[in-house]
């Protein structure tokens, strides 16, 4: 590229010191800095890289997965505290230092990985995903223009297209969001926009009060939201129906599918998701079910007017230039409320690239083929009561304790009983065997929900969750 | 842990099966489904991402950062549809047709690791945060409650107090988000909802007009947003002034420093943003200055009150129950808006670990000395023009080409004038040797804006870049 002088200086044993003295010789001085050569020692930095990498390998890739090691290292943030060197001082630490640091993090971090983690609705680790989590976080791309990001904004545009495909529209738009929540409130501000097209430049102040569902208070409606897959129950609501209503009164239909869109890749599941199609906006995350990694976040819109970059262009002079040499249609970034913006798509795309279609249905079917066959179970086993009959790969179940089983279900009984899985859950995070969330529920006491999505988790794991549960309750 | 069966199953192989076929050994069936063992291939999967990490120490840490490769291989839309293979199929690619696919995203991406990528806010490669974000890709958290991530919230918590620290308040709050454009939006909803602390009951209607700044039209002024250091210009507001006329009128004072912020580390010029302690609220991005990758991103809020939380709490039942075994004000998941949220304060975290405060110092320092030596080099070369003194890092400037040399400044002069940085900027992206911005401002026509931040960058490069305008630019 250029006749200039080799970029790395020669390094002398000192992998200690993080940053180099530069050469003095012929040296430029700014306010008494030298300005020659770079100041960063990069074969010190590249053997810091490799030396983690190794650390990562062993003991996230392999140990953290490796069903004979703990899920979590409990301690409580006050030891914590004391375990970890956590001050940030004024002169740096050597690597070898760091190194003990990064191995110190790994390990009273909770392992997600780990195939009795249970406990969200995400787990496991997918090897696609991971390698295209590296790949982006080492190029370290913004995804706003085609002059920075060519790659992720055309790999963005693939898979909205197949998503929109899978969701049943025949065009559309979308983008990638950190996170459902942000995605949800994308889809309101786009049919309030749709509503009333002037609000960029009037302000919320001259418009009538706005409702979200229908009401016949004097207020506009102008939204319905719907969701399939609950975080808590995994129930879907019928779109189909509630489709019928919004065609009839005009009404922009939002489907929250964060947690449940992933079952529209299953040609056995997809039915839960009926009339979705027929939906103005979809949120769907692959980082739940697909394990995309977190954050994997798409809004789609039916819309193909170019709706999301009316509604949130910013048009910023110095991204958006519309005198460049290529067309500039597909510098996305205008579509977002975000100026930097992660690829996110990208680890979608390298797993959909290496499992295929058929790869993700069976991911799917699996993860409810376990539900299943833990729900039966639950039904076999003294002790073990459903909270109600699952749609998806949420089990809402409770553990009833021998010293409770005889008792009348009456107020001191649920009493009693909501004060079980936050004490089992105590003690299966001590032990760390596994982990698995509760909560009480509209107007149902504590109880435990587990998420099968890994297809590292097997139907051992599902006795052992049973078991586990069994053991470390039985004497309450 | 346990004593189950061996997680891995042997591999005859087959590398290119990405999910294996389960045990039919006393297998339990469901919907057709094996449900023992897991179908994950660990052993091939593992190889995989060994087999990639190679890939990337090779092709982006160790030749993306090379001076003597192209910061960008530019290709158009077009082309570069037909030069991926973008389409996702029913069925997987097997491993080495994967790794030739990561390949192909590495070369065709832009290099924002090489020294000469000056387009944007961030550049260069920090070997500590990338091992950070390996780390955090790999573990796979979301930053939420502390039992799921109990040692990023404590980093977390640490950063942020290291970060008010730094503004000069006593106490504060704050959190991580994906970027300052929604930093800033938080800023907004907190002031609004401390002006007006019933609005998440009452919703906006009943509420009079606001307008952000001070105004005399009859409408509720409720927020001022001063800039420490404008995206084109690097222009900073002048903090103090705008404290007394807030303190005065009880306005919220709020600070855009997601670029300038990170001059809070150089005691030399630190002074850019005197004032700041006195500001309610501040945006500051360390993924710009600071390197500490895309993204890191953190509001700070002087309020000790908990006034994030009162402002954004949903109290999601499965998330933030409160009958836990431990402290859960370390639940601080509820003060966003995000439920999913990643440990982005890790990587200013580890970068601050292993610079320390004096080398973080250093790199804004250096920086800004580079600054000054290219407005210098600037001022002693023909056919080069700045647009006004930089304050901080931007450099703005005009190249004009000999053939308008000696034209007068009129209509004319500037109507080609706006014309010769996109033409510049096409040619260096078609060549590849680097990458600066461009963009009209405020009825400037379109000139270069030069941004130093990677401690890679020497001198040299300085040189280089005016050298090579020149060189694209002299024949115009």
Known sequence: MSGDADRRHPVDGDIGQ???????????????????????????????????????????VRKATDIHEKVCEWQSPEQLKQLLDLEMRDTGEPQDRLLELCQDVIRYSVKTNHPRFFNQLYAGLDYYSLVA????????????????????LLVEEAVLKKMIEFIGWKEGDGIFNPGGSV???????????????????????????????????????FLVCATSGTTVLGAFDPLDEIADICERHGLWLHVDASWGGSALLSRKHRKLLHGIHRADSV??????????????????????SDLLKK???????YLFQQDKFYDVSYDTGDK???CSRRPDAFKFWMIWKALGTLGLEERV???????????????????????????????????????LREMEEGPEFWAKLNLVAPAIKERMMKKGSLMLG???HRGKVNFFRQVVISPQVRREDMDFLLDEIDLLGRDM
């Open 18 to 60: 993080q940053e180099m003295a530069p050469s003095k010789k012929g040296a430029v001085l700014v306010d008494g800095i030298i300005l020659n050569g770079p100041t960063t020692d990069a074969k010190a930095g590249e053997k810091f890289v490799e030396e983690a990498c190794r650390l990562i390998m062993d003991e996230v």
């Open 133 to 152: 989590r590296f790949i982006t976080e080492a190029l370290n791309p913004s995804v706003y223009t085609y002059e920075v990001s060519p790659v992720f």
């Open 183 to 221: 995605s949800n409130m994308y889809a309101m501000n786009l049919a309030r926009y749709k509503y009333c097209p002037n609000i960029k430049e009037k302000g919320l102040s001259g418009l009538p009060r706005f409702v979200v569902f229908t009401s016949a208070e004097g207020a506009a409606p």
């Open 283 to 304: 949120a769907w995350n692959p980082h739940k079910m697909l394990m995309a990694g977190i954050q994997c976040c798409a809004l789609l819109v039916k819309d193909h």
């Open 311 to 317: 509604c949130y262009s910013a048009n910023a002079s």
């Open 336 to 338: 977002s409320i975000q």
């Open 365 to 403: 079917n699996r993860a409810l083929a376990l539900s299943r066959y833990l729900v039966d179970e639950i039904k076999k086993r003294e002790g073990f009561k459903l909270l109600m009959e699952p749609e998806y790969a949420n089990i809402c179940f409770w553990y009833i304790p021998p010293s």
């Open 438 to 440: 509760y909560q009480p």
